[in-house]
């Protein structure tokens, strides 16, 4: 019979390795090691549920792959990031967002397709739309949102993904950023592709990293783009700093056109940087603007721990959400 150890090598060789197993198991795992031909097939449905794995292959003792998804997945924005590369992490993206639609308790209600329409319900309460308004109104609309945070370093991860589970759209970010603005715009950009009906029953649409906010590839992406860029700033053009500004006086141009427009200081800064191609000056002053900020954390210990109905999961399934998630 094959030994634990022996399993966890054959998963390491798809680049899930025994480090980052050890933190996910489950903690049985770490109490005894099991010994029995059923304790085996039970660890082997875990890692084929929790982490996308086929478990055929895990059963048969051949080389390990990742199972099949519901549908062949759109990969957006690969420039950067190569689509083959992407494959791992949406099999795993996919298997979470499973995790977090059984947890939701907020029945899923569309969002509106003219972003015009969102950007005012946002807004009712005055302000600017920012990261945490945004997750209240996904949440309230159950579309749950979290971030993978926990992730297995040598594989490739997007900035975002959208999928449907069975009806409900999940989104799940996948950025390293940790700025509230850069989220926004991935948030808003996910959000987008739902509202404009670009993802069909249990269909992913996954974003690769890349950056700057770069010219969208196809149609889809440019709709996304509209849309977000429409909710964040509204539907017209707007003014950001002149591109031969620096230091004090790009900050406080920042500060005033900001509240002019209506839009975050954070944001005008990405745009001040997409419109500028300033990206270094308009990246220090993102930082200005939101020191000490810490998204992934943010989206999770804030909005995903408290929305998340953890009793709809088991015990083990729970632990391993919790652990990806860094809660």
Request: charged share 25%; aromatic share 6%.
């Amino acid at each position: 019979m094959e030994s634990v150890q022996q399993l966890l090598r054959r998963v390491a060789k798809v680049g899930i390795r025994k480090p980052y197993l050890e933190r996910v198991l489950p903690a049985w795992v770490h109490a005894y090691q099991p010994e029995t031909p059923s304790g085996l097939v039970e660890l082997k449905v875990h890692l084929a549920k929790e982490l996308g794995l086929d478990l055929r292959s895990l059963d048969e003792g051949r080389a390990v792959t990742f199972g099949a998804l519901p549908s062949v997945p759109k990969f957006k924005r690969t420039r950067a990031t190569s689509a083959a590369s992407l494959e791992p992490a949406a099999s795993m993206f996919y298997s979470l967002a499973r995790a977090l639609s059984a947890a939701t308790r907020v029945p899923y209600s569309p969002l509106p397709a003219d972003p015009a329409q969102m950007r005012a319900e946002l807004l009712a309460a005055g302000g600017t739309v920012t990261l945490p308004r945004l997750l209240t109104y996904l949440w309230n609309h159950g579309i749950p949102v979290a971030h993978y945070s926990d992730w297995p370093a040598p594989l490739s991860r997007p900035s975002g993904m959208a999928v449907d589970v069975d009806g409900r759209p999940v989104i799940l970010m996948g950025s390293g950023r940790r700025e509230n603005a850069w989220h926004a715009f991935y948030l808003a950009h996910e959000a987008g592709h739902i509202a404009r009906g670009h993802l069909g029953q249990n269909e992913l649409i996954v974003d690769g990293e890349e950056e700057g906010v770069g010219p969208a590839e196809d149609d889809q992406e440019r709709e996304a783009d509209v849309y977000a860029l429409s909710v964040l700033g509204g539907p017209q053009a707007i003014a950001t700093p002149a591109a031969d500004i620096r230091g004090a006086e790009l900050e406080r141009n920042l500060r005033d056109l900001a509240r002019e427009q209506q839009v975050d200081r954070g944001h005008l800064a990405l745009r001040y940087g997409m419109d500028s191609r300033q990206w270094p000056l308009a990246l220090m002053a993102l930082q200005r603007i939101e020191p000490g900020s810490n998204a992934p954390v943010f989206i999770n210990g804030d909005y995903a721990a408290p929305n998340l109905d953890w009793d709809r999961l088991s015990e083990e399934r729970s632990e391993f959400v919790h652990r990806v998630l860094a809660l």
